[in-house]
């Protein structure tokens, strides 16, 4: 990165401290049909703080009364991270910020023309008089005020220019130019913000939609030329395309520019599935980052690279955000991608099942099929003369709750040919049937679960929920199991049992 450092040095004017003001909790919820409890707005503010931004955007006070309360309660859990509310620039919305016991408010007002004339009927300066009183009343009441012109991008600069102005005179703290419709490219944004940089030392922000894709890219340009804040959202979620990645846009700055933000990046990625799976809103296999593809390799070329040394094929390792690197097998996979899965399964083949596995694979891969790590674990058993076991099978679930009475699992396992029975309690039915798994296998594996993702749930009655766990066992061998059923308690068994045969296989085959 020894070029783009050098970049940075001589054509960027970053300035010297970079605030993350993170909006999931407010532009994000706005993503359509997107609704947060108070207890899911206290996991992801948690969650933020965790991470390290500066500054999280809890809501909008006068919008609801569940607002101002899920404000007061994530005030009350003392994160390290300033709150700020979100107010139009009237009174009683900046009151309902008040109530809600922040010290930070956003006030916003729209400037543009389309903005004056056909939603708020108001003329310029009556729009820069309700700017103003806004701004008068918050300071007047202690808060510190962040001030947006909204839809700055398309307001006449001389009028943005003048409002901000007035903003400043009035107290603001922070001056933020939202591209309200996504309109900028960097080149506009370059203008824009040099222009805004040149007549203000009140630190500019920036708040740039999605529309056309390049809120990231325009962002990162706002920053380049000394803006001092980015709003941001978890997996870019927000009003219509949504805002600006938080993990596209930290991990640009740490990973291309150099420059660290003080984050604990390695948190990205969960702090991404938990916000997918609370929002209902997943994420692409190939969205930059935290996508399930984002390290993940196929071709046997790349493969090849990667195994040598990664840096090949990956502009970031996955352990600075917390994924994981993927080797995925299919048409275009290579002798040394099917090496190092049957290395990861402890499975060893001579060369010519070497080989007879790989046509197998290739084939596979050619008939259109997607190969997963058990086609090719079934596969090469199969080579070495054994069919591919699977010792443990669900017999039977039965499940009760209700009444006063615990959650209660009865699970029936056959275990290496034997049929076994037990029902345990637990604080669900998920958590009861794992427990009643757990001493079924006691005698004959120890297993501990070391991570459970519900990863999908699709919308409707039928949904479908997508488990992924790692269960390790007592050797500190690890495996992964996966299942989609659309009963979550039969697709967390079937995704639990699924690694520990694969542990089980692992560990028959270290005895060979
Ligand atoms: O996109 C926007 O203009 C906003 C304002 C409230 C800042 O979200
Ligand atoms: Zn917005």
Redesign the pocket.
Known sequence: MQNIETIKRENMNLADKIYILD?TLR?GEQTPGVALTVDEKIQIATKLNNLGVDKIEVGFPASSKGEVESAKQIKSIGLKSTLVG?ARSLQRDIDAVLDSDLEYV?T?IGTSPLHRDYKLKMSKEKIIETAVEGIEYAKDHGLTVEF?A??ATRTERNFLLDVFTQAVDAGADFL?V???VGILTPILTRDLIKDIKSEFSVPISV?F?NDFGLATANTLTAIECGANQAHVTVNGLG?RTGNCSLEEFVMVLKSAYGVDLGLDTTRLFSLSNLVGRLTGVKMPVNKPIVGDNAFAHESGIHVHGILNNASTYEPMSPEMVGHSRRIVLGKHTGANAIKSKLKEYHIDLDENQFYKVFNEIKALGDSGKCVTDDDLIAIAVTELGSARETPIVLKGLGLSSGGGVSPTATVKLEVNGVEKETASTGVGPVDAALNAISVLLQDDIGVELEEYNLEAITGGTDALAEVFVISSDLEGNKSTGRSTNQDIVMASILAVLDSINKLILIKNSNLN
């Open positions: 909006t532009d979100l956003h916003f947006s909204e839809d933020d939202p591209d309200t708040h939609h009003e």
